[in-house]
């Protein structure tokens, strides 16, 4: 059995489960100038790694659309949370100085909701840095399902789609 040398690892390279994209292609671009030149960028690491990209979900189903923000670091009051004319805006910014130094920290994230939403009863809730919100579709507001028809045939024709059983009888 061949040894491995102690400073070598025994794991594959294959990137941890919650690694971020922006933390791979920066390791693998330290690791490419390593290889080619030394160090010469190592002043910018400090830098590099403090970048984090955090987690924000949107789900929806036939009663409500569920957005999910990660946000630590953050205090309910800070938070500034709009709808207007279905888009939906999150910010939140932070300031703290003290002991010669000063820290700023901001999050900044609008999307667009689809129409038929009850901004009314809009619910809210942040615990431990994550922002939940749920809003609900206003009554009446059900996604319609369109049909799709088959692509035409290479003679012209157009492919049959198939029939429900109201277009058959």
Known sequence: MAQVPANQSTQSGLAPRRTQPLQRLTRDLDMLFDRLWGRPFALFDQDLEEVRLWDFDVKENDKEIVVRAEMPGFEEKELNIQIDNNVLTIKAE?????????????????????SGINADKVQATYRNGVLELHIPRAEGAQPKRIQVQGQQSASGRAEAAPQTEKAKK
């Open 94 to 114: 932070k300031e703290q100085k003290g002991n010669g130094q000063e820290e700023y920290r901001s999050f900044y994230r609008t999307i667009t909701l689809p």
